[in-house]
């Protein structure tokens, strides 16, 4: 378990993934980003009480593309975009989208899974 703590007295956890111990701060972003897997996914939707299918992996990876491609947090905007498309929706895409992401939505809970820093602003 190796992670940098961000300044003194940060809270944080552990999480167990398959006999590892993954360093979490206190809302469960990834102390260690390396640390992702798809195990960690697991562990962190259970955790959070959220049922995994399809569309969350799909958020999941658009996002860690996002990340890796342009060296930023998706904005919400383009996921949207992204998924009317994809899905085929209309209108309906970021209300659905915060739907299968009850807690926080696909910029907070989705980046928590998906391994990336917490939104700006939320530091």
Not at 59 to 88: C, L, S, T
Request: glycine share 8%; with cysteine.
């Amino acid at each position: 378990m190796k992670a940098k703590l961000y300044y003194p007295n940060m809270q944080n956890f552990t999480m167990d993934v398959n006999g590892e111990k993954i360093l979490c701060d206190g809302e469960g972003y990834l102390l260690d980003l390396k640390a992702w897997s798809e195990d960690y996914v697991h562990a962190s939707a259970e955790r959070e009480g959220l049922k995994l299918h399809d569309k969350h992996w799909e958020v999941i990876y658009f996002i860690r593309d996002f990340q890796e491609k342009y060296n930023v947090q998706a904005p919400v905007r383009d996921m949207v975009k992204h998924f009317k498309k994809a899905w085929g929706m209309k209108k309906e895409c970021s209300t659905y989208l915060h739907q299968i992401f009850p807690n926080g939505g696909p910029q907070k809970q989705g980046n928590r899974l998906a391994g990336v820093r917490k939104p700006k602003g939320e530091h």
